[in-house]
Protein backbone atom coordinates (compact mmCIF):
# COMPACT_ATOMS: atom_id res chain seq x y z
CA UNK A 1 0.00 0.00 0.00
CA UNK A 2 1.47 3.31 -1.45
CA UNK A 3 1.15 6.15 1.96
CA UNK A 4 0.28 9.43 0.93
CA UNK A 5 2.47 11.99 3.05
CA UNK A 6 1.03 14.04 5.61
CA UNK A 7 1.05 17.65 3.51
CA UNK A 8 0.11 16.20 0.55
CA UNK A 9 -3.61 15.02 2.34
CA UNK A 10 -3.61 18.56 3.49
CA UNK A 11 -3.48 20.04 0.56
CA UNK A 12 -6.90 22.41 -0.51
CA UNK A 13 -7.95 21.30 -3.60
CA UNK A 14 -8.36 24.71 -6.23
CA UNK A 15 -12.36 25.23 -6.36
CA UNK A 16 -12.18 27.59 -9.98
CA UNK A 17 -14.59 30.72 -9.62
CA UNK A 18 -18.33 30.83 -11.55
CA UNK A 19 -18.39 31.80 -14.72
CA UNK A 20 -19.80 34.74 -15.36
CA UNK A 21 -23.41 33.61 -17.17
CA UNK A 22 -23.85 31.73 -13.52
CA UNK A 23 -23.09 35.09 -11.33
CA UNK A 24 -25.57 37.00 -12.93
CA UNK A 25 -28.23 35.11 -12.86
CA UNK A 26 -27.88 34.64 -9.14
CA UNK A 27 -27.52 38.34 -8.56
CA UNK A 28 -30.02 39.54 -11.66
CA UNK A 29 -27.36 41.38 -13.16
CA UNK A 30 -26.34 42.32 -16.50
CA UNK A 31 -23.35 43.75 -18.84
CA UNK A 32 -21.00 42.94 -15.66
CA UNK A 33 -16.94 42.40 -16.31
CA UNK A 34 -15.01 39.57 -14.42
CA UNK A 35 -11.52 40.21 -13.94
CA UNK A 36 -10.99 37.26 -11.66
CA UNK A 37 -9.37 33.67 -13.73
CA UNK A 38 -7.41 35.88 -15.85
CA UNK A 39 -10.19 36.49 -17.73
CA UNK A 40 -10.06 39.64 -20.33
CA UNK A 41 -12.80 41.90 -20.54
CA UNK A 42 -11.48 43.21 -23.81
CA UNK A 43 -11.90 39.63 -25.46
CA UNK A 44 -9.24 37.71 -27.39
CA UNK A 45 -6.77 39.86 -29.66
CA UNK A 46 -7.22 40.04 -33.60
CA UNK A 47 -4.01 38.57 -33.88
CA UNK A 48 -5.16 35.58 -32.02
CA UNK A 49 -8.99 35.45 -34.21
CA UNK A 50 -6.51 35.06 -37.19
CA UNK A 51 -4.92 32.41 -35.61
CA UNK A 52 -7.82 30.38 -34.41
CA UNK A 53 -9.83 31.23 -37.66
CA UNK A 54 -6.89 29.74 -39.76
CA UNK A 55 -7.02 26.55 -38.12
CA UNK A 56 -10.54 26.16 -37.80
CA UNK A 57 -10.39 23.81 -41.02
CA UNK A 58 -8.75 20.98 -39.07
CA UNK A 59 -10.83 21.49 -35.92
CA UNK A 60 -11.83 18.10 -36.21
CA UNK A 61 -8.61 17.04 -35.34
CA UNK A 62 -6.77 16.35 -32.25
CA UNK A 63 -3.90 18.59 -31.99
CA UNK A 64 -0.36 17.47 -31.51
CA UNK A 65 0.06 17.27 -27.59
CA UNK A 66 3.79 17.29 -27.86
CA UNK A 67 3.73 20.74 -28.86
CA UNK A 68 6.42 20.79 -31.47
CA UNK A 69 6.54 23.73 -33.18
CA UNK A 70 5.18 25.64 -30.29
CA UNK A 71 8.29 24.32 -28.87
CA UNK A 72 10.56 25.09 -31.58
CA UNK A 73 9.64 28.80 -31.87
CA UNK A 74 9.96 29.22 -27.95
CA UNK A 75 13.29 27.56 -28.44
CA UNK A 76 14.62 29.82 -30.93
CA UNK A 77 12.77 33.22 -29.51
CA UNK A 78 14.37 32.07 -25.95
CA UNK A 79 17.57 30.82 -27.25
CA UNK A 80 17.45 27.23 -25.26
CA UNK A 81 16.35 23.80 -27.11
CA UNK A 82 13.07 22.54 -27.63
CA UNK A 83 14.13 19.34 -24.71
CA UNK A 84 14.86 22.65 -22.42
CA UNK A 85 10.79 23.09 -22.74
CA UNK A 86 8.16 21.61 -21.02
CA UNK A 87 4.43 22.75 -21.92
CA UNK A 88 0.91 22.47 -19.70
CA UNK A 89 -2.22 23.06 -19.63
CA UNK A 90 -3.43 26.04 -17.13
Known sequence: ??????HIRKLIPYVPGKP??????ELGLS???KLASNE?????SPKALR?????????????DGNG???K???AERFDVTPQ??????G
Open 1 to 6: MTRVPE
Open 20 to 25: IEEVER
Open 31 to 33: DTV
Open 40 to 44: NPLGP
Open 51 to 63: AVTGRLRDIHRYP
Open 68 to 70: HYL
Open 72 to 74: EAL
Open 84 to 89: EIILGN
